[in-house]
């Protein structure tokens, strides 16, 4: 029951997010997986140090405080091994925070 300028908004607002994250993943070389319907982004860390996704997660996290989700999960064999996945349903605000501290890896 809810009007269609509602989604549409919704559709802006979270479009905006996306190209917000993707943005700066380009920025600092992950190559991110822009999705046309998700709130989450799948990016290439292929460049940082680690022999898994979990140890690139945990690699990112550690050197940046961002977190994200070991590809693996979502992956079997070792399809995953160089992809994370970053939630952009957060605030603007976040979403920036989030991009300056992933400067840190260039």
Known sequence: GLPDNFFHALEEEYT???DQICTGLK???MAPAIPQ???YVLADVS???GETSKAKA???LEKTGVASVPGEAFYHGS???NLVRF???KMEQELDNACER???LT
């Open 16 to 18: 905006k997010k996306r």
């Open 27 to 29: 920025e600092v070389g």
């Open 37 to 39: 319907g998700a709130y």
């Open 47 to 49: 460049k940082p140090p």
């Open 58 to 60: 945990m690699y990112l």
């Open 79 to 81: 399809s995953g091994e």
């Open 87 to 89: 939630c952009f349903a």
């Open 102 to 104: 992933l400067k840190k």
